[in-house]
């Protein structure tokens, strides 16, 4: 209760905003609540954290099923190129599951782009083409996941996995 009074009598307190919004997101049946929590943390936070408060926002947004909410707020963070990584990955792999193969695909691509080692990005990539009915795209992401996976058995193993989900 001490954050609440805290915030009473300072509610744009960026600190305080965020450590009541993590407290609140821990807990499974407060997930709305959190992301009020996050949206008046990213009202309050600084220029400069703002790429992190916006993924914070995201992130809550999902656990709270407000997907459509996560796109529109990871489509403001990747437009303003901050936070990239962590942001279009979660943006492409949202588009994905929302049908939007084509946005994804564009998503996905800029993530793969930014790292050289991202499994996941290539994962949604090999999803979106046979979606799509792209096959030779298909098979060049998986490809690209293949190469990752000479580096590592676990890699490796799941793509082992998704040759044979794919046929």
């Known amino acids: 209760m001490q954050l609440r009074d805290h915030l009473t009598q300072r509610p744009s307190d960026s600190e305080a905003l965020r450590e009541l919004a ?8 407060r997930k709305g609540e959190a992301v009020e929590l996050w949206q008046r943390y990213v009202e309050a936070v600084h220029a400069d954290r703002i790429d992190e408060a916006l993924l914070c926002l995201a992130r ?17 963070c990747t437009a303003e190129d901050i936070g990239l990584g962590e942001a279009l990955e979660l943006l492409g792999e949202l588009l994905r599951r929302a049908g939007r193969f084509e ?11 930014l790292d050289d080692e991202a499994v996941q990005p290539r994962l949604a990539l090999v999803a979106c083409f046979d979606a799509l009915e792209r096959p030779r795209e298909a098979e060049a992401a998986l490809e690209s996941v293949r190469a990752l996976g000479q580096k590592d058995p676990a890699i490796a193993a799941l793509v082992r996995e998704l040759v044979q989900r794919r046929g």
């Not at 993590?22 to 049946?29: D, F, I, Q, Y």
């Not at 946005?103 to 800029?110: E, I, K, M």
């Open 60 to 76: 809550a947004q999902v656990e709270a099923r407000r997907e459509a909410d996560a796109i529109m707020t990871l489509e403001r």
């Open 22 to 29: 993590e407290l609140v997101s821990a807990e499974r049946h």
């Open 103 to 113: 946005d994804a695909v564009s998503v996905l691509q800029r993530a793969a782009e």
